[in-house]
């Protein structure tokens, strides 16, 4: 598989603020790719970086194998970017702002894509609508809208579904789906750690501008494999102390954490041979959540020791 | 360049569509300073055998002109950083050379409509000569250059509307008015003569008049050399700032 972005070794610094801290990454052409990380992990400095719209302090970064900075002409027709905040340009009506976006990649008489994507988008009713008129979620379809008029080959969308209602979240992802199909690359930062684990093959996890996990979603989910089982059981007072240790209690309900799913059998058959019978049971599988909690939790634990901090 | 003419569009097409505050309002205030300012004076002040009227007519064009440049580069930047569609441009191959190109192009350009309404709406009022038109052109052009370029160091420079109209209102507006606009600069006391020729505006404004009577205050040559010479500067200055990214990309 060759490589569509390369990042090498990039930091940047704002003030006091270390927001990339010799960032590597590479991700593959066609991949589905995922970036996590808690506000303020540096996930949008390094997509800036990629955009061209941050420059490293030092470091490297290339699109498909032209440099961000010495060859941005080629690197720029390679991105499309959906930026984070819902901006608009209120002179403009939606076609006018895609033809104007096509003419900035040099792009003239790019109709019939352009109507190719409003269809897709949903968008063609509001085609010659003002942008201040449409609602929140509509001028965000035209930002993705936007980031595609040039048909690049590797599409960045920053948060592209925070306050977006389900159903338009649904249409994008279905969109974005076809378009990775096609052999687009896409990556992808959103908080939403559902979107994340559906959608991307591989993920990083930022955090203080450092990437402190990047695998395939797949070997996340198994390296933090845990499965939880709740359960509720009567005359719990017979439980012998080798099951109560292993469990904790909430809100009514007994939680274990198993290693594997081979454990929960003999320990139902334990907790029925001390004569508690079930009421309630459920189990959880490791979803992405519990994965980039863990993580965030281990990254802090190894920062503290390497501050020297005990606690 | 494919960039550049997209990007020289819609900065057109951003000042068109709102022509009536863009282009007609500044030709009815220059309109209402020709009234006022001839009505009171016409029969009192001739300048260099110029009725005063005649006299007025090209220094409200070149105001105008200057003015209404400044007004669209910087507005167009500021209010696109204020409400980030600034990344649209950011973000496409447009080299900061086509930046540059496109908004000092559009500003040129209103800047020149807004002076061929003044030059329109003020005939009635007084019969002008144009006794040398290309110089008559170089320096509005060369006006629009200027000012459409400290538009974008100001509108690059500034982060909210109020210090974009700062910079408006203390330096662009006093040094335009008083730089021989309503007044032949002959008519002040010397200190102030000598420091009005310190004002780049001046040789605009009086090599623009050169341009319509054939008289003017100092050579039309000294004129075009010195803003010429300003261009360069602010032009130079602005693309510095634009290579380096300034206040832009991070």
């Known amino acids: 598989m060759s490589v569509a972005v390369s990042i090498q070794r990039v930091a940047k610094r704002f003030g006091s603020v270390q927001a990339l801290d010799g960032v590597c990454l590479e991700i593959g052409e066609g991949e589905f790719f995922g970036l996590l990380g808690p506000n303020g992990a540096g996930k949008t400095t390094l997509i800036s970086c990629l955009a061209g719209l941050v420059r490293p302090d030092s470091g490297q970064i290339g699109v498909k194998g032209f440099d961000v900075q010495d060859d941005y002409r080629q690197a720029r027709r390679q991105l499309g970017v959906v930026p984070q905040e819902l901006v608009f340009d209120p002179f403009f ?9 096509s003419g900035y990649f040099g792009l003239r008489r790019n109709d019939d894509w352009i109507d190719e994507i409003l269809e897709n988008l949903d968008l063609a009713a509001k085609a010659e609508t003002n942008m201040r008129r449409l609602s929140g979620g509509m001028k965000r379809r035209v930002l993705v809208a936007q980031a595609l008029v040039h048909r690049p080959p590797v599409i960045v969308l920053d948060e592209p579904t925070a306050g977006v209602d389900v159903e338009l979240r649904q249409g994008l992802w279905q969109f974005v789906r076809r378009l990775n199909g096609d052999g687009h690359t896409v990556i992808l930062t959103t908080h939403y750690l559902e979107e994340a684990e559906a959608l991307c093959e591989r993920i990083a996890m930022l955090k203080q501008g450092r990437v402190v996990a990047l695998d395939s979603t797949r070997n996340l989910l198994e390296r933090f494999s845990v499965h939880k089982l709740s359960l509720r059981a009567e005359a719990l007072e017979r ?3 080798a099951i109560t240790r292993r469990a904790s209690f909430c809100e009514g309900y007994l939680n274990f954490h198993l290693g594997h799913v081979d454990e929960v059998e003999p320990l139902l058959a334990a907790i029925r041979q001390a004569g508690c019978p079930i009421r309630e049971m459920r189990m959880n599988a490791t979803d992405l ?13 190894s920062l503290a020791e390497e501050a020297g901090d005990v606690r | 360049m494919s960039g550049f003419r997209t990007l020289l569009y819609k900065e057109v097409l951003r000042f068109w569509k709102v022509a ?3 282009v007609a309002a500044p030709v009815v205030t220059a309109l209402l300073y020709l009234l006022i300012f001839s009505h009171v004076l016409e029969n009192r002040v001739e300048i260099n055998n110029v009725r005063y009227t005649a006299f007025l007519v090209p220094g409200l064009i070149m105001m105008s002109v200057l003015q209404n440049a400044f007004a669209n580069s910087s507005s ?9 569609s600034l990344i649209f441009v950011l973000l496409p191959p447009i080299s900061y050379g086509e930046f540059f190109l496109a908004y000092v192009g559009a500003a040129m350009l209103r800047g020149m409509m807004v002076g061929l309404g003044v030059l329109l709406v003020t005939a009635w009022f007084a019969p002008l000569q144009f006794v040398a038109p290309w110089w008559i052109l170089a320096f509005a052009l060369i006006g629009g250059g200027i000012m459409g370029s400290l538009g974008m160091i100001a509108g690059i420079w500034a982060e909210k509307f109020d210090q974009l109209s700062a910079f408006q209102n203390f330096l662009i507006l006093p040094l335009t008015m008083l730089s021989g606009v309503f007044y032949s600069i002959h008519s002040l006391p010397p200190f102030w003569q000598r420091v009005s020729h310190l ?4 040789y605009l404004i009086d090599g623009l008049r050169y341009g319509f009577f054939g008289v003017s205050d100092v050579s039309p040559l000294i004129s075009l050399a010195v803003s010429g010479l300003a261009f360069l500067v602010v032009g130079a200055w602005t693309l510095a700032l634009l290579r380096k990214g300034y206040k832009l990309r991070y």
């Open chain 1, 289 to 301: 959540e519990d994965v980039f909690i863990e993580v965030m939790r281990g990254q802090d634990e």
């Open chain 1, 93 to 101: 009506t939606v076609r006018e702002t895609l033809r104007i976006q």
């Open chain 2, 20 to 22: 009536i505050q863009t």
């Open chain 1, 239 to 241: 439980l012998p102390e």
């Open chain 2, 76 to 84: 167009s930047l500021i209010g696109a950083k204020m409400n980030g």
């Open chain 2, 199 to 202: 004002n780049p505006f001046f």
